[in-house]
C-alpha cells in the first residue's frame, strides 16, 4: 500500500475548491459524468486504432445511490487507471489526462468528443464528499488500484482484487451538508440538467417495459413485462448527425426534447455545424414570437461536447437570436475552469458572426425556396429579423433579401418591390420616397383610408422596436423618409407641386384660428388652417412625426439625448379651412353657440383618435344624448 500527500502547493487545496473554485455545488455529478465519459471515449478511440487490444462492446455509464450508507457511485466501463496513472492524474491536481491525451493522438483524436479542458473536475467531488473512494482497472494487464482520500492532502493507494472487469468507480461519501444528493429525484434532475445529451448512455436504476402480445395471443392474454436499464440520455441528439440524416419532424421531436413545456411547434430550425476556423455544431429554433421581447424563457443552451454549460448565452449569441431556442455546442467556446461563466475571446466574436451570417443565409433560402409560406410566417419572426437590422450592420446588409414590409391590405413586400410599387405615386416634390406606415390598422383606419383614397400605399410596422427600425433604414437609405398616417394631413405627408384652392380669404382664415383657439384654450394642441377638399373631416388630430418617434423611440430604450425625461404631449389641430363646417363657425354670431360647436367638433376628432377618455368622454356622451332629445 502506498501512502502520500497529494501534489498540491498549498497546505489543503479542498476548502479553496470548495469556496472559491466551484461556487455552484452541484455541478460535482456533471464534472464526475464528464470524467466518466472521456475515459469511455478514450477507450472507444484507442480501440479504433488499433492501441488498445480489447472488446470495446456497449459501455455505458451507471449512476447509484446508496442512502443507507450515504455513497454515491459512478461507474464507467473506459479504460480504467493503474496505479502509476492513478498517481499522476489524480494526485498531481490540475494536470489534465484529457489535455495529454489529446497532445499525443492529436491528429486521430479530433473527433472523438473529449472534453479534455479541465483537469481539476475530479476534485469537485469534494465539496459533497467528506471521502472518496476511486477503485479502478485499467485496459491494460495491470493490477486494479483502490484510492481514498478523505479530503485533506493525505491519500491511500493500493492494489485490490475487489474489481475485475475494466473501468472505474468513484465512490462518493455523502458529507452531511449535502445529503440532497442522496434522494432519487435531486439526482435525476441534475442528470436531465446536464448530461441529458452525453455521448455515452448513462444508466439511472431500472424501469418496467411491457412487451408486445405475439401475433394470434387470446384475447385475456396479459403482456409480459421485463425489467430494464433506465437510461436517462440521448447519446445522439439532432445537432451531432448531419441534416442529410434528419427530417423536419425529427428537428420537432428534437425542440420538444429540449422544451417538454413547450407545446407549440416551430416555425423552422437552423442546422449549424462549422469545423473552421473553430468548431461548433447545433441547431436553432424560431417560435411563434409575434411581438413577444420576452426572452427568459426557454432560453438557448450552451453545451460543451454534449455536456450542458448553461443557458446564459449572451456574448456567444448576438443579442437579436437571444429571441431563438435550441442548443449550440463548441468545444472552442472559453469557459473559465468552473465553466460557470464565458471568458472574452477572439474566437467568440467569430462564432457570433458565424451565427448571425447562418441566420441571414437561411432567411435568404427560405423566402426563395417558398415565398407565400414565409409571408405566412413574417407575423412571428419579424421582431427577430427587424432587431438585427438596428442591431447589427451585417445582418442589415442582406436583410434587404428576407426582411418584409406588409401592407395594411395584407399585401407582403421586399425593399426594391415596394419602392417599385410606390415610386411613382409617393415621391414628393423634392424627390424623396415618403414611405407612409401605420402601427394600428384599427386605430388609425380613417387616416388609412384618407391615405388609401389617395391611391397611396400605408405599410404596417407594428412591432415594439419599429421607430428603431425606421431610423436605421433613414440614416441607411438614399433619399427616402417614413410618415405615420396620422402625423399629420395626407396632403402634407406627401408634399406635391399642386396649387391649393381656399374658399376663404386671409382675415377670414385668421378670424377662424382665433375662434377655434380661444373656444378649445389647450396648450397641447397647436391649431393648423389647411385648405383640403370641402369632403374632408373638418377637424383632423396629428401628432408631429418627430416628437411621437422621440416619445417611442424613449418607450422602447432609446432616443438618445432625448431620453431624459418625459415628452409633453403635444398634438396639431388640423382645421379644414375649406370645409362647410368652418364656413358655419364663422356665419354664426352666437360666441356660445359657437364654442360649443368647436368643442363638439374637436371631442369627435379627439375620438377618432382614441384620446377621449375618463370624464371628457363621460362628458362626451351625455351631450350627445341631449342632442337626441332636441
Keep these: ?252 421531436a428534437f425542440y420538444h426534447e429540449l422544451y417538454p413545456m413547450q407545446f407549440e411547434e416551430p416555425l423552422f430550425n437552423i442546422h449549424l455545424n462549422v469545423d473552421y476556423p473553430f468548431n461548433l455544431t447545433g441547431v436553432l429554433f424560431f417560435p411563434k414570437l409575434a411581438n413577444n421581447l420576452n426572452i427568459e424563457k426557454d432560453k438557448i443552451q450552451l453545451y460543451q461536447n454534449q455536456v450542458f454549460v448553461t443557458d446564459e448565452v449572451k456574448g456567444i449569441v448576438p443579442d437579436f437570436l437571444m429571441l431563438l431556442r435550441g442548443v449550440i455546442d463548441s468545444p472552442d467556446i472559453p469557459l473559465n475552469v468552473s465553466r460557470s461563466y464565458l471568458q472574452a475571446d477572439g474566437a467568440v466574436k467569430k462564432i457570433s458572426s458565424y451565427i448571425t451570417k447562418k441566420v441571414g443565409d437561411k432567411m435568404a433560402s427560405l423566402i426563395n425556396e417558398n415565398r407565400e409560406d414565409y409571408n405566412k410566417k413574417w407575423n412571428d419572426i419579424k421582431i427577430v429579423i427587424e432587431y438585427g437590422m438596428i442591431s447589427e450592420d451585417k445582418f442589415f446588409e442582406k436583410s434587404d433579401k428576407f426582411a418584409l414590409y406588409p401592407t395594411t391590405d395584407g399585401h407582403y413586400f421586399l425593399w426594391n418591390e415596394l419602392e417599385e410599387k410606390i415610386k411613382f405615386n409617393q415621391t414628393d416634390k423634392d424627390g424623396n420616397l415618403v414611405i407612409l406606415y401605420a402601427t394600428n390598422a384599427d386605430e388609425q383606419h380613417s387616416y388609412i383610408q384618407s391615405a388609401k383614397d389617395k391611391g397611396y400605399e400605408v405599410i404596417l410596422l407594428d412591432s415594439p422596436i419599429v421607430p428603431h427600425l425606421i431610423q436605421k433604414l433613414e440614416t441607411s437609405k438614399e433619399k427616402i423618409s417614413f410618415a405615420r398616417v396620422d402625423a399629420d394631413h395626407i396632403n402634407n405627408l406627401i408634399k406635391k407641386d399642386e396649387p391649393a384652392i381656399s374658399k376663404l380669404n386671409e ?58 425625461g418625459g415628452f409633453p404631449e403635444m398634438y396639431n389641430l388640423v382645421v379644414n379651412s375649406n370645409s362647410e363646417f368652418a364656413t358655419k363657425i364663422l356665419a354664426n354670431e352666437n360666441v356660445e353657440e359657437k364654442s360649443s360647436q368647436i368643442k363638439y367638433a374637436l371631442d369627435l376628432a379627439k375620438l377618432s383618435q382614441n384620446l377621449l377618455k375618463g370624464k371628457e368622454l363621460t362628458d362626451f356622451i351625455q351631450r350627445s344624448y341631449k342632442q337626441l332629445e332636441k
Design 1 to 252: 500500500m502506498t501512502k502520500g500527500n497529494i501534489n498540491v502547493s498549498v497546505e489543503n487545496i479542498f476548502p479553496l475548491i470548495k469556496k472559491f473554485l466551484y461556487s455552484d455545488h452541484e455541478i460535482f455529478l456533471r464534472e464526475l459524468i464528464s470524467n466518466a465519459t472521456d475515459a469511455t471515449l478514450k477507450l472507444k478511440h484507442l480501440t479504433s486504432i488499433g492501441e488498445a487490444k480489447v472488446e470495446y462492446g456497449n459501455p455505458k455509464i451507471e449512476v447509484r445511490i446508496d442512502k443507507e450508507n450515504k455513497k454515491l457511485h459512478i461507474i464507467d466501463q473506459g479504460l480504467g487507471m493503474t496505479a502509476e496513472e492513478v498517481e499522476k492524474y489524480i494526485n498531481q491536481v490540475a494536470f489534465s489526462g484529457a489535455e495529454e491525451f489529446l497532445e499525443k493522438y492529436k491528429d486521430s483524436a479530433k473527433d472523438s468528443g473529449i472534453i479534455g479542458h479541465f483537469g481539476l473536475g475530479f476534485y469537485s467531488a469534494f465539496m459533497v464528499a467528506e471521502k472518496v473512494e476511486i477503485i479502478s482497472k485499467s485496459f491494460k494487464d495491470e493490477p486494479a488500484v483502490h484510492w481514498i482520500c478523505d479530503g485533506s492532502p493525505e491519500f491511500t493507494l493500493e492494489e485490490t482484487t475487489a474489481k475485475t472487469d475494466r473501468g472505474t468507480e468513484i465512490v462518493l461519501h455523502i458529507a452531511e451538508d449535502s445529503t440532497e444528493f442522496l434522494e432519487e429525484n435531486r439526482i435525476r434532475e441534475l442528470l436531465t440538467k446536464y448530461n441529458k445529451f452525453m455521448p455515452v448512455p448513462i444508466k439511472f436504476g431500472t424501469k418496467t417495459e411491457t412487451l408486445p402480445l405475439p401475433e394470434g395471443a387470446a384475447e385475456d392474454a396479459v403482456a409480459e413485462t421485463v425489467e430494464v436499464d433506465n437510461i436517462i440520455n440521448n447519446p445522439t441528439p439532432a445537432w451531432t448527425k448531419a441534416p442529410s440524416e434528419l427530417k423536419d419532424e425529427d428537428y420537432k
Design 507 to 564: 382675415t377670414e382664415k385668421e378670424t377662424l384660428k382665433k375662434n377655434v383657439e380661444e373656444s378649445i384654450n389647450d396648450k397641447k394642441f397647436t391649431v393648423q388652417l389647411e385648405d383640403l377638399d370641402s369632403t374632408d373631416a373638418p377637424f383632423t388630430i396629428t401628432q408631429p412625426e418627430f416628437m411621437r418617434r422621440m416619445k417611442d423611440m424613449q418607450a422602447t430604450g432609446g432616443g438618445g439625448m432625448f431620453g431624459m
